[in-house]
């Protein structure tokens, strides 16, 4: 496969694993073993912050109040759409029955987790729209306690946007604490809280580390790296706009990588002259992680045809992936390893992050290749269970007997055979291991 590369990430998106996970190991231990004192220890520490930890009706009120009734009606339509598409998410999982053999039958049924706790950012940005993401799909579940988590400001609290859009959201508890100590407080049930048997949201890597090492005694929706983006795009795309979508995402972090795939020099070399002047008109904490991440993680990619750029897409596998090309439907067909994909320059990748319905915690660092992102999906568990007659019950012992003898698993096959024993005693059956 031929690729042209126009500019070439000097750097990959990477965490120091060994010195992060030293010490959030060493975090969850001590809080696991000192409880509610060692949380608030390490909340004081690194929070900076000694007010309420689990919020009242009071204090959610307050914040409510201190919201703009502009900002309320854009938080209400957000959830708004990311509550009727998790419904619609919701209803393709259905309870099924099959009658596997005459008498015997076999069924799936979905059941939502009890206790959901939801992670939301809320450091260098408040990320309103992470707990409507998070809350919103946990309550369409059917989960029966959520919790929203999220780190204080530094003498003020979580910020009051957060509060209201957790509260409107179906959250039945709103906990002040960050980091580490917030992940371990839901998962080990602090504060009076149910212990949390799914943990969601995005953070940082200590929050990434603190998941992937409690995964196992509490689920995770998935272990997020550095958001990163791709546009895909040929001559009839718009530069400035693929220019502006590839900046938006830049600033995300200092090592969020942005890549455009396109099939067409002109455009790319346009884009590329184009980046530097926009990120230079951000805010200043907005262009420094745009101009980081742009000048270490970028990558512009040109290829011969629309075929090798939806095969390099498919290799990149990235969390977000928008199409500004020419024949949509095939690149909707043609395409297979993206976290949420934007079709045409009418949509982009702040719409789903922000308010369009679809949700914006999505698989990072090419995990797109096997999993897709949270929705209302990862909050049940998929059980199933049988039941059947008697004469249903006899092929199925059967063969389990024979099976089990060949593998070796005596006590497992005399469970068969003592079924088959009782239900048909003036019969006889064959069920060594060699027939």
């Not at 946007?161 to 959250?171: D, E, Q, S, T």
């Not at 995770?220 to 995402?249: F, H, N, R, W, Y």
């Not at 993206?338 to 719409?351: K, Q, R």
């Not at 679809?358 to 090419?366: A, F, M, W, Y």
Request: proline residues 4%.
């Amino acid at each position: 496969m031929a690729r042209d590369y126009l500019k070439k990430a000097t750097k990959t998106a990477s965490t120091d694993a060994g010195d992060v996970r030293d010490t959030v190991q060493t975090i969850l231990d001590d809080i696991e073993k000192g409880g509610d004192e060692a949380a608030l220890r390490y909340a004081q520490k690194f929070d900076q912050y000694q007010g309420k930890i689990l919020l009242g009706e009071e204090e959610i009120a307050a914040a409510s109040v201190l919201v703009s009734q502009r900002l309320k009606d854009d938080i209400a339509f957000a959830h708004d759409n990311v509550r009727r598409f998790a419904e619609v998410q919701k209803e393709t999982m259905r309870d099924v029955e099959l009658e596997v053999v005459p008498g015997l039958i076999a069924g799936q049924k979905s059941i939502p987790c009890v206790a959901a706790g939801c992670y939301v950012p809320g450091g260098r940005y408040s990320h309103i729209a992470s707990a409507i993401m998070t809350v919103t799909t946990a309550k369409v579940a059917g989960c029966q306690h959520i919790v929203a988590c999220s780190p204080p400001r530094m003498g003020e609290g979580i910020a009051p946007a957060i509060i209201y859009a957790a509260n409107l959201c179906g959250a039945d508890s709103i906990l002040s604490m960050g980091g580490v100590q917030g992940v371990a407080a839901m998962t080990f049930g602090l504060f009076g809280l149910p212990k949390a048997d799914i943990l969601v949201g995005p953070g940082n890597q200590f929050v990434a580390e603190a998941k992937r090492i409690l995964f196992g005694r509490v689920g995770i929706d998935m272990i997020a790296g550095p958001t990163d983006s791709l546009i895909l795009a040929d001559k009839t795309a718009d530069a400035e706009i693929v220019a502006t979508d590839l900046v938006g995402q830049a600033e995300h972090g200092y090592n969020s990588p942005v890549w455009l795939v396109t099939s067409d020099q002109t455009l790319a070399k346009k884009v590329m002259k184009l980046v530097p002047g926009l990120i230079a008109e951000l805010p200043e904490v907005n262009r420094m992680n745009a101009e980081a991440a742009w000048r270490d993680y970028a990558e512009v990619i040109v290829c011969d045809d629309r075929e090798e750029m939806a095969a390099t897409s498919d290799e990149y596998a990235p969390e977000h992936l928008t199409v500004q090309a020419a024949d949509l439907p095939w690149w909707l067909d043609r395409l297979q390893c993206y976290g949420s994909l934007f079709l045409g320059e009418e949509t982009t990748v702040a719409f789903g992050d922000k308010a369009s319905g679809t949700n914006h915690v999505l698989p990072t660092s090419r995990s797109a290749k096997y999993t897709g992102g949270l929705s209302v999906h990862k909050y049940m568990k998929i059980v199933t269970w049988q039941k059947s007659t008697r004469e249903g019950a006899k092929p199925i012992a059967e063969a389990t007997a024979r099976i089990a003898r060949l593998e070796g698993m005596e006590g497992h096959a005399r469970t068969a055979d003592i079924r088959l024993k009782k239900y048909f005693p003036d019969e006889q059956f064959d069920l060594t291991a060699n027939g």
